[in-house]
Protein backbone atom coordinates (compact mmCIF):
# COMPACT_ATOMS: atom_id res chain seq x y z
CA UNK A 1 0.00 0.00 0.00
CA UNK A 2 2.97 1.86 0.71
CA UNK A 3 3.28 2.95 -3.43
CA UNK A 4 -0.85 3.13 -4.09
CA UNK A 5 -1.47 6.71 -5.18
CA UNK A 6 -4.17 7.67 -7.91
CA UNK A 7 -4.06 11.23 -9.18
CA UNK A 8 -7.05 10.69 -11.09
CA UNK A 9 -9.25 9.22 -8.05
CA UNK A 10 -7.54 11.92 -6.24
CA UNK A 11 -8.78 14.56 -8.60
CA UNK A 12 -12.12 13.18 -8.18
CA UNK A 13 -12.02 14.04 -4.47
CA UNK A 14 -11.12 10.31 -3.01
CA UNK A 15 -7.71 10.32 -0.90
CA UNK A 16 -5.81 6.94 -0.64
CA UNK A 17 -3.21 8.03 1.17
CA UNK A 18 -5.74 9.90 3.96
CA UNK A 19 -6.67 6.92 4.11
CA UNK A 20 -3.70 4.70 4.76
CA UNK A 21 -2.86 7.48 7.23
CA UNK A 22 -6.40 6.96 8.78
CA UNK A 23 -5.47 3.59 9.43
CA UNK A 24 -2.60 3.84 10.99
CA UNK A 25 -4.06 6.33 13.54
CA UNK A 26 -6.62 4.03 14.38
CA UNK A 27 -4.68 0.70 14.97
CA UNK A 28 -3.68 1.30 18.53
CA UNK A 29 -7.15 2.31 19.43
CA UNK A 30 -8.72 -1.56 17.44
CA UNK A 31 -5.85 -3.47 19.54
CA UNK A 32 -6.92 -2.00 22.73
CA UNK A 33 -10.45 -3.69 21.96
CA UNK A 34 -8.87 -7.35 21.73
CA UNK A 35 -10.03 -10.09 23.66
CA UNK A 36 -9.41 -14.03 23.46
CA UNK A 37 -10.62 -15.19 20.32
CA UNK A 38 -9.20 -12.55 17.67
CA UNK A 39 -7.48 -13.76 14.88
CA UNK A 40 -5.00 -11.55 13.03
CA UNK A 41 -5.20 -7.96 12.74
CA UNK A 42 -6.32 -5.07 10.72
CA UNK A 43 -5.65 -5.18 7.27
CA UNK A 44 -7.44 -8.42 5.72
CA UNK A 45 -10.62 -8.70 3.76
CA UNK A 46 -12.32 -10.11 7.14
CA UNK A 47 -12.35 -10.04 10.95
CA UNK A 48 -11.61 -12.59 12.14
CA UNK A 49 -12.59 -14.41 15.45
CA UNK A 50 -12.61 -17.53 16.50
CA UNK A 51 -15.59 -18.43 20.09
CA UNK A 52 -14.46 -20.47 22.90
CA UNK A 53 -18.23 -22.75 22.68
CA UNK A 54 -16.67 -25.49 25.47
CA UNK A 55 -19.35 -26.14 28.02
CA UNK A 56 -21.98 -24.90 25.77
CA UNK A 57 -24.60 -27.96 24.29
CA UNK A 58 -25.55 -25.52 21.47
CA UNK A 59 -23.74 -22.52 20.99
CA UNK A 60 -26.19 -19.66 19.54
CA UNK A 61 -25.41 -16.77 17.68
CA UNK A 62 -27.16 -13.65 18.21
CA UNK A 63 -26.43 -10.22 15.75
CA UNK A 64 -27.73 -6.89 16.09
CA UNK A 65 -27.30 -3.69 13.66
CA UNK A 66 -27.38 -0.13 14.10
CA UNK A 67 -26.66 3.44 13.72
CA UNK A 68 -26.58 6.61 15.49
CA UNK A 69 -28.95 8.11 13.08
CA UNK A 70 -29.46 12.30 13.30
CA UNK A 71 -27.72 12.40 16.42
CA UNK A 72 -24.59 12.80 14.50
CA UNK A 73 -25.97 16.61 13.21
CA UNK A 74 -25.26 17.50 16.81
CA UNK A 75 -21.44 16.38 16.38
CA UNK A 76 -21.20 18.11 12.96
CA UNK A 77 -22.33 21.07 14.72
CA UNK A 78 -20.58 20.96 17.93
CA UNK A 79 -16.98 19.70 16.04
CA UNK A 80 -17.25 16.97 18.56
CA UNK A 81 -16.82 13.68 16.78
CA UNK A 82 -14.94 11.21 19.92
CA UNK A 83 -18.70 10.28 21.49
CA UNK A 84 -21.07 9.12 18.55
CA UNK A 85 -18.73 6.10 18.66
CA UNK A 86 -20.58 5.14 21.85
CA UNK A 87 -23.64 5.33 20.85
CA UNK A 88 -23.16 2.96 17.62
CA UNK A 89 -21.61 0.22 19.63
CA UNK A 90 -24.55 1.01 22.52
CA UNK A 91 -27.01 1.00 20.27
CA UNK A 92 -26.08 -2.84 19.20
CA UNK A 93 -24.48 -4.45 21.87
CA UNK A 94 -27.69 -3.28 24.41
CA UNK A 95 -29.78 -5.38 21.88
CA UNK A 96 -28.11 -8.52 21.74
CA UNK A 97 -27.91 -8.55 25.54
CA UNK A 98 -31.52 -8.83 25.61
CA UNK A 99 -31.33 -12.73 24.45
CA UNK A 100 -28.65 -13.00 27.08
CA UNK A 101 -25.47 -13.01 24.36
CA UNK A 102 -22.47 -11.80 25.36
CA UNK A 103 -21.25 -9.43 22.77
CA UNK A 104 -18.02 -10.94 21.04
CA UNK A 105 -17.00 -8.44 18.42
CA UNK A 106 -17.74 -5.34 16.44
CA UNK A 107 -17.63 -3.91 13.06
CA UNK A 108 -17.67 -0.43 12.03
CA UNK A 109 -18.87 1.26 8.65
CA UNK A 110 -18.23 5.07 8.30
CA UNK A 111 -19.01 7.24 5.56
CA UNK A 112 -17.20 10.40 5.02
CA UNK A 113 -17.86 12.89 2.70
CA UNK A 114 -13.75 14.07 2.79
CA UNK A 115 -11.64 11.81 4.59
CA UNK A 116 -9.94 13.65 7.57
CA UNK A 117 -7.38 11.40 9.60
CA UNK A 118 -7.72 13.05 12.70
CA UNK A 119 -11.79 13.04 12.55
CA UNK A 120 -11.72 9.27 11.40
CA UNK A 121 -9.49 8.84 14.43
CA UNK A 122 -11.60 10.73 16.98
CA UNK A 123 -14.70 8.79 16.14
CA UNK A 124 -12.93 5.34 16.15
CA UNK A 125 -11.58 6.40 19.77
CA UNK A 126 -15.62 6.19 20.78
CA UNK A 127 -16.37 2.82 18.98
CA UNK A 128 -13.39 1.30 20.88
CA UNK A 129 -14.73 3.21 24.23
CA UNK A 130 -17.80 1.05 23.44
CA UNK A 131 -16.03 -1.67 22.98
CA UNK A 132 -14.46 -1.92 25.89
CA UNK A 133 -17.16 -1.31 27.55
CA UNK A 134 -19.23 -3.81 26.70
CA UNK A 135 -15.82 -6.38 26.44
CA UNK A 136 -16.20 -7.43 22.79
CA UNK A 137 -13.57 -6.50 20.03
CA UNK A 138 -13.04 -3.75 17.23
CA UNK A 139 -12.28 -6.72 14.79
CA UNK A 140 -12.88 -4.74 11.07
CA UNK A 141 -14.26 -2.31 9.72
CA UNK A 142 -14.84 0.35 6.58
CA UNK A 143 -14.10 3.61 5.86
CA UNK A 144 -15.58 4.84 2.67
CA UNK A 145 -14.85 7.95 1.22
CA UNK A 146 -17.89 9.42 -0.94
CA UNK A 147 -17.45 12.96 -1.94
CA UNK A 148 -20.46 14.32 -3.63
CA UNK A 149 -22.76 12.21 -1.55
CA UNK A 150 -21.45 13.66 1.86
CA UNK A 151 -20.34 17.26 2.31
CA UNK A 152 -16.93 17.28 3.25
CA UNK A 153 -18.21 17.90 7.00
CA UNK A 154 -20.32 15.46 7.09
CA UNK A 155 -20.42 11.44 7.90
CA UNK A 156 -22.34 8.29 8.55
CA UNK A 157 -21.38 5.77 11.14
CA UNK A 158 -23.39 2.67 11.93
CA UNK A 159 -22.25 -1.23 12.65
CA UNK A 160 -22.93 -4.76 13.79
CA UNK A 161 -21.95 -6.75 17.08
CA UNK A 162 -22.06 -10.30 17.60
CA UNK A 163 -22.70 -11.83 20.44
CA UNK A 164 -22.89 -15.28 21.85
CA UNK A 165 -24.83 -17.45 24.15
CA UNK A 166 -26.29 -21.18 25.47
CA UNK A 167 -29.48 -21.73 23.53
CA UNK A 168 -30.29 -23.48 27.16
CA UNK A 169 -29.34 -20.16 28.65
CA UNK A 170 -31.30 -17.92 26.21
CA UNK A 171 -33.65 -14.84 27.38
CA UNK A 172 -36.88 -14.53 25.41
CA UNK A 173 -39.34 -14.40 28.01
CA UNK A 174 -40.91 -17.99 27.97
CA UNK A 175 -40.57 -18.06 32.03
CA UNK A 176 -42.86 -14.83 32.26
CA UNK A 177 -45.29 -14.97 34.95
CA UNK A 178 -47.61 -12.71 36.61
CA UNK A 179 -45.91 -11.63 40.00
CA UNK A 180 -42.01 -11.18 38.30
CA UNK A 181 -40.69 -8.09 39.27
CA UNK A 182 -39.23 -4.97 36.58
CA UNK A 183 -36.14 -3.61 37.32
CA UNK A 184 -35.62 -0.49 35.32
CA UNK A 185 -31.76 0.61 34.46
CA UNK A 186 -31.24 4.53 34.40
CA UNK A 187 -30.67 6.05 31.10
CA UNK A 188 -27.50 8.42 30.49
CA UNK A 189 -29.95 10.60 28.80
CA UNK A 190 -31.91 10.78 25.46
CA UNK A 191 -29.30 8.40 24.41
CA UNK A 192 -29.49 7.76 20.28
CA UNK A 193 -33.55 7.63 19.34
CA UNK A 194 -35.74 10.36 18.38
CA UNK A 195 -33.65 13.41 17.53
CA UNK A 196 -35.32 14.08 14.70
CA UNK A 197 -37.74 15.75 17.08
CA UNK A 198 -34.99 16.81 19.44
CA UNK A 199 -33.84 18.92 16.62
CA UNK A 200 -37.26 20.14 15.44
CA UNK A 201 -38.77 21.38 19.16
CA UNK A 202 -35.04 23.37 20.18
CA UNK A 203 -35.10 24.67 16.45
CA UNK A 204 -31.34 23.27 16.28
CA UNK A 205 -31.05 22.95 12.67
CA UNK A 206 -31.82 26.98 12.48
CA UNK A 207 -30.23 28.17 15.61
CA UNK A 208 -26.95 25.93 15.25
CA UNK A 209 -24.74 26.08 17.86
CA UNK A 210 -26.43 29.78 19.43
CA UNK A 211 -29.25 26.62 20.44
CA UNK A 212 -26.75 24.30 21.52
CA UNK A 213 -24.48 26.22 24.02
CA UNK A 214 -27.49 27.95 25.58
CA UNK A 215 -28.25 26.35 29.20
CA UNK A 216 -32.40 25.28 29.39
CA UNK A 217 -34.26 25.83 32.57
CA UNK A 218 -33.70 23.18 34.72
CA UNK A 219 -30.69 21.49 32.87
CA UNK A 220 -27.10 21.12 34.30
CA UNK A 221 -25.07 22.23 31.17
CA UNK A 222 -25.28 23.34 27.46
CA UNK A 223 -27.90 21.65 25.55
CA UNK A 224 -24.95 20.22 23.05
CA UNK A 225 -23.59 18.65 26.06
CA UNK A 226 -26.61 17.10 27.59
CA UNK A 227 -27.74 15.86 24.14
CA UNK A 228 -24.34 14.17 22.97
CA UNK A 229 -23.93 12.22 26.21
CA UNK A 230 -23.54 8.32 25.20
CA UNK A 231 -25.82 6.03 25.17
CA UNK A 232 -25.30 3.65 28.54
CA UNK A 233 -24.29 0.01 27.63
CA UNK A 234 -25.57 -2.05 29.94
CA UNK A 235 -24.13 -5.52 28.68
CA UNK A 236 -21.87 -6.10 32.38
CA UNK A 237 -25.26 -5.45 33.89
CA UNK A 238 -27.02 -7.97 32.81
CA UNK A 239 -24.01 -10.26 32.80
CA UNK A 240 -23.59 -9.54 36.60
CA UNK A 241 -27.23 -10.72 37.23
CA UNK A 242 -26.25 -13.95 34.99
CA UNK A 243 -23.16 -14.53 36.76
CA UNK A 244 -24.85 -13.68 40.40
CA UNK A 245 -27.63 -16.89 39.59
CA UNK A 246 -30.17 -14.40 38.74
CA UNK A 247 -33.11 -15.69 36.63
CA UNK A 248 -33.20 -12.84 34.15
CA UNK A 249 -36.74 -13.75 32.00
CA UNK A 250 -37.06 -11.18 29.68
CA UNK A 251 -35.25 -7.87 28.68
CA UNK A 252 -35.88 -5.33 27.11
CA UNK A 253 -33.62 -2.23 25.71
CA UNK A 254 -35.78 1.10 25.87
CA UNK A 255 -34.65 2.65 22.07
CA UNK A 256 -36.91 4.32 19.74
CA UNK A 257 -40.05 4.10 20.32
CA UNK A 258 -39.74 4.45 23.80
CA UNK A 259 -41.36 2.32 26.70
CA UNK A 260 -44.77 1.67 24.98
CA UNK A 261 -43.31 0.31 21.88
CA UNK A 262 -40.04 -1.68 23.04
CA UNK A 263 -41.50 -3.09 26.59
CA UNK A 264 -44.20 -4.91 24.93
CA UNK A 265 -41.41 -6.95 22.55
CA UNK A 266 -39.85 -8.85 25.85
CA UNK A 267 -43.62 -10.13 27.30
CA UNK A 268 -45.23 -13.25 26.17
CA UNK A 269 -48.90 -13.18 25.08
CA UNK A 270 -51.69 -13.11 28.22
CA UNK A 271 -49.11 -11.15 30.13
CA UNK A 272 -48.43 -7.14 30.74
CA UNK A 273 -45.66 -5.09 32.13
CA UNK A 274 -47.50 -2.32 34.62
CA UNK A 275 -44.50 0.01 35.02
CA UNK A 276 -45.31 2.58 37.96
CA UNK A 277 -44.07 5.93 36.30
CA UNK A 278 -43.74 7.64 40.19
CA UNK A 279 -41.08 5.18 40.60
CA UNK A 280 -38.49 6.57 38.84
CA UNK A 281 -37.17 10.20 38.17
CA UNK A 282 -37.87 11.73 34.65
CA UNK A 283 -34.49 13.45 33.84
CA UNK A 284 -34.67 17.48 32.99
CA UNK A 285 -34.19 16.98 29.53
CA UNK A 286 -36.75 14.87 28.98
CA UNK A 287 -38.91 17.69 30.41
CA UNK A 288 -37.57 20.43 28.50
CA UNK A 289 -38.26 18.35 25.17
CA UNK A 290 -41.73 18.07 26.32
CA UNK A 291 -41.90 21.90 27.01
CA UNK A 292 -40.14 23.26 24.16
CA UNK A 293 -42.35 21.15 22.00
CA UNK A 294 -45.89 21.04 23.86
CA UNK A 295 -45.79 17.39 23.59
CA UNK A 296 -48.24 15.11 25.28
CA UNK A 297 -47.01 12.96 28.08
CA UNK A 298 -48.35 9.65 25.98
CA UNK A 299 -46.10 10.57 23.56
CA UNK A 300 -42.82 11.54 24.79
CA UNK A 301 -43.17 7.83 26.59
CA UNK A 302 -43.35 6.34 22.92
CA UNK A 303 -40.58 8.73 21.62
CA UNK A 304 -38.16 8.35 24.45
CA UNK A 305 -37.08 6.20 27.13
CA UNK A 306 -37.87 8.98 29.81
CA UNK A 307 -34.52 7.93 31.62
CA UNK A 308 -34.92 4.22 32.02
CA UNK A 309 -32.65 2.94 29.35
CA UNK A 310 -33.27 -1.14 30.03
CA UNK A 311 -36.24 -2.81 31.38
CA UNK A 312 -35.70 -6.57 33.20
CA UNK A 313 -38.03 -8.96 34.40
CA UNK A 314 -36.65 -11.17 37.20
CA UNK A 315 -38.88 -13.75 40.15
CA UNK A 316 -39.91 -11.44 43.20
CA UNK A 317 -37.97 -13.41 45.29
CA UNK A 318 -34.43 -12.74 43.49
CA UNK A 319 -35.39 -8.54 43.27
CA UNK A 320 -33.59 -7.73 46.35
CA UNK A 321 -30.37 -9.64 45.28
CA UNK A 322 -30.68 -8.23 41.68
CA UNK A 323 -30.64 -4.68 42.92
CA UNK A 324 -27.90 -5.48 45.46
CA UNK A 325 -26.02 -7.01 41.94
CA UNK A 326 -26.61 -4.15 39.92
CA UNK A 327 -25.73 -1.50 42.47
CA UNK A 328 -22.01 -3.05 42.62
CA UNK A 329 -22.00 -3.27 38.89
CA UNK A 330 -22.24 0.87 39.00
CA UNK A 331 -26.01 1.13 37.63
CA UNK A 332 -28.60 3.05 39.23
CA UNK A 333 -31.61 0.78 39.41
CA UNK A 334 -35.34 1.47 40.55
CA UNK A 335 -38.10 -1.29 41.06
CA UNK A 336 -40.74 0.25 38.39
CA UNK A 337 -43.47 -2.55 38.55
CA UNK A 338 -44.47 -5.67 38.09
CA UNK A 339 -46.21 -8.45 35.45
CA UNK A 340 -49.58 -9.12 35.42
CA UNK A 341 -52.52 -10.79 33.55
CA UNK A 342 -53.13 -9.02 30.49
CA UNK A 343 -52.64 -8.37 26.50
CA UNK A 344 -52.00 -4.73 26.64
CA UNK A 345 -48.17 -5.49 26.77
CA UNK A 346 -47.77 -2.60 28.82
CA UNK A 347 -49.61 -0.22 30.73
CA UNK A 348 -48.26 3.07 32.48
CA UNK A 349 -50.10 3.73 35.33
Sequence with gaps: MKDSHSESYAAAGVDVTAGYEAVNRITPLVESTYIPGVLGTLGGFGGLFAPDVSGMEKPVLVSGTDGVGTKLKLAFLLNRHDTVGVDCVAMCVNDIICSGAMPLFFLDYLAVGKNRPERIEAIVSGVTEGCRQAGCALIGGETAEMPGFYSPEEYDLAGFAVGLTDAAH??????????????????????????????????????????????????????????????????????????GGIQVKAVSHITGGGLYENVPRMMKPGLTARIDTASFPVPPIFQAIAQAGSIPERDMYNTFNMGLGMVLAVPAAQAEQATALLTQAGEQMFAVG??????AGVELV
Design 338 to 343: SVVPGS
Design 170 to 243: MIDGSALEPGDALLGLASSGVHSNGFSLVRKVFGIDEGGLSVLNAVPPGLDATLGETLLRPTRIYVKAVKALLQ
